[in-house]
């Protein structure tokens, strides 16, 4: 008689070898994070060569997983660019923390998926409670809690939640205008993220207008109301307004105040993408940048990029959840459930694109204990500082020359000797391997952006950084 | 002179405290995970318990992590729907395991944004390479690899790499017929996942088909033909059509190929959703509902539901990768460099809506070696074998009847009594605590679903479910 086959040895299931990797992975981890500021930020690598290390095949047979372990440093390490690093002062930070990284392993060990309130209710109830507690942290209207009209729901990333307020945008336009979309127009900075562009394009948007800014990179509002009224001649119709705290390119700010009253005399979505700036709304002085927040119809901040947490973990909090649930519930028999039939409880599957979530309010649970709000305003104050005191001594060299207001915590400067001096200076900084600065243009100039905000940045670490800039200029 | 403030304690970002707090974690997990199966599946909650049990406001100072972790057994344990359970039978599985649960850890840990192959190449090349080995694995065509005209991409998961692709069917058919979204129809049948519907929404199709199907719930091409006929009639476009492997309802499988060769005579965009079904193809038996897959534009299936690794992990396959990138590429300054533009390299970020990305492949790739394929053949076969076994025994049964053929592992199956009587036959199963099963419904029929795929389920699992279906019934 045939014996039934084996069970493959290591057994990926055998709890307690589990238990003895995890500790290994942990120790791995930490020793990792202690020793970023040894390696450069950029490891050298070429296209192809994390590939060439890898077999053609997929094993057929399990490996133990000390093999695994270690080709993260024969594979993986070599081929990062370490956004962790405490030279990192590239794009936006993707700030990641102790505690946010034991949410994850928390939530990866638990292994809900909270689509419904009934496939977990503490997943649901915890992502409430804490979007809550953050309408309180960040003074954003009281309205906008689940326990009112409004609501707050984790997404993906900001990309994400502008995307979902562009497509209740459309729905609502073509009810009240019964337009197609390709008669509606999206209006937002020439300075936004390109995921307006994106989003704008993927809700299906015949046009998006890109509009004029001030000096300080502030969409002008008589932009906007020029734009109206050259599209209203043609025969458009305005569906979707997306305002910025804190822009990619320069960290603007656009007048919330008089771009929202001109959005709702048009009737148009006003949505808010304060993918960075939002965080810092922990702290009251920068509050000034949130007036005119009750003429908001969405709005967006990561706790991934600026408050400790984890990707992915995207806050979009809505006035009005009526319209999004409306628009984005599809309730096939398999989901129905007394629960959700009773109204009672807040099924979070309605207020997006996907159906399956993972449980991100832990890890932004886990931050908002660990850190306190008195840690995240901490860490908050010390990047703006620091991002301060860079801009200062920008301010105070004749060969460099700032080009926007410092708002949160990003500097964006030029050489005067012209966009190829600019660019040399950039290519210096990042060829030291300690730093990494994103070199990027505006209206054809070249300039640098400093971004200070990686969670293991200190103060020493920016003072080497201007003591690298001041040499190179 | 006033002193600066001291760091409050506990510090957030001590490692070594990490260290050790991990370490307590990874204990934690662990003991959850051997511990689940004397839990009921479902913790019994009422709407608001959870929330009853935090405080209303956020913390103002750090929390030390004992604290915290007290917490997971004190609110959130007792608020969970165990997806990872033993007893896990309901909707479809939302797989873990321990090689996928450390690779969460690694890749948190790491905490790179892979949204561009520069901004870390391990992430970008690792995905593309684990996603290639795939190909082979599951015997997809070799043209979908990333070294040929296609390639592979992680999403989140198959509603959004659907709505992926309906965006680029819309914007085909909009270049090659020039009419607005409004005039296009997407098909599908009337047994596809919720994620169809709500995806042509998202995109801003005019028209959705939901296809008639034969007596094994797999879509009717006579029904295509004939819905395409009539629309054309009717002045309509057809753009999209979206193919079945496993749907949600009982895993019915759509004639690949039948459809295909419509779909191409029409130029349609061919979508196959095998979210669910996908994951069986590394077992060669199975292969046979793949037929036709040389007529496929993109194909998704969730590793995340039936290949041992955690949400979020869904794989998206097209045919030729050019349309995808045409139409999400959107390259503003600051995401310009090098190796972008020597074309040499995948930039991901213009394979999905999102800019963002966390370093998904990982978790797969810990996967795949630590299971080798050999041992996720293994999982795979022993829980068809089992829900094959349930069906036999259901078909033995002269109270029970079982209503679709069972392709993967999915056992859909009404009481002869009725309605009624199927309903207080699930409400019993899932009474019981031990087990979890998904009352459903099919053309005003009720029915019972049995999704075999929990990591955890053994045969005695299935066995002491068949129990006490029998004693139920």
Redesign the interface.
Known sequence: MMQP?P??T?D????????R???A??????D???GLGARPVR?P?E?????AK?PE???????P?D??LAD?DR??????????HPGWFA?FP?Q???????G??????????GML???????T??E???LD??V??LDVPQSWKTTGPGGGVLQ??A??AT?TAM?VA??LCRERTGA???KMVAYTSNQA???L???A????FGHIRLLDVDADFAVRPAALTEAIEADRRDGLVPAFLGSNVGT??TAAVDPLRELGEIARAEQMWHHVDAAYGGSAMICEEFRHHHDGLELVDSYTFNP?KWL?T???CSVMWVADRRPLID??S??????RNP?SE?G??IDYRDWH??????FRA?KL???????????LR?MIRSHVGWARGLADRIDGNPRLERIAPVHFALVSFVHRDGNEATDALAADINADGRFYV?P???DGRRFV?ISVGS??TTKDDVDALWDLIEASA
């Open positions: 086959k069970v493959p290591p990926p299931l055998d709890l307690e070898a589990f238990r990797n995890a500790h992975l942990v120790d791995w981890v930490t990792y994070l202690a490891e690598v296209p192809g060569e994390v590939r890898l095949d997929a094993p057929e047979l399990p490996e997983f093999a695994v993260l594979v993986v390490v070599p081929g990062l660019t370490h956004w962790q794009f993707a990641t923390s102790p505690p946010a990284v034991l994850e392993l928390a939530a990866a060990g638990i292994g809900v998926q309130w009934a496939t977990s209710p503490a997943s109830e915890l409430s409670h804490v507690w953050l309180d942290l993906a990333g990309s994400t995307h497509v459309r729905e197609p979309a390709e993220h390109s995921s562009e994106k989003g394009k993927l809700t299906g990619t390119g991934h400790a984890n990707l992915e628009t984005l599809v309730v096939p028999p398999y989901l629960a009773s009672q409880v694109a996907p159906l399956g979530r993972p832990l649970w886990f931050v908002l204990r660990s850190f306190g709000a008195e840690g901490r994103t990027s243009e505006i952006r969670t293991w």
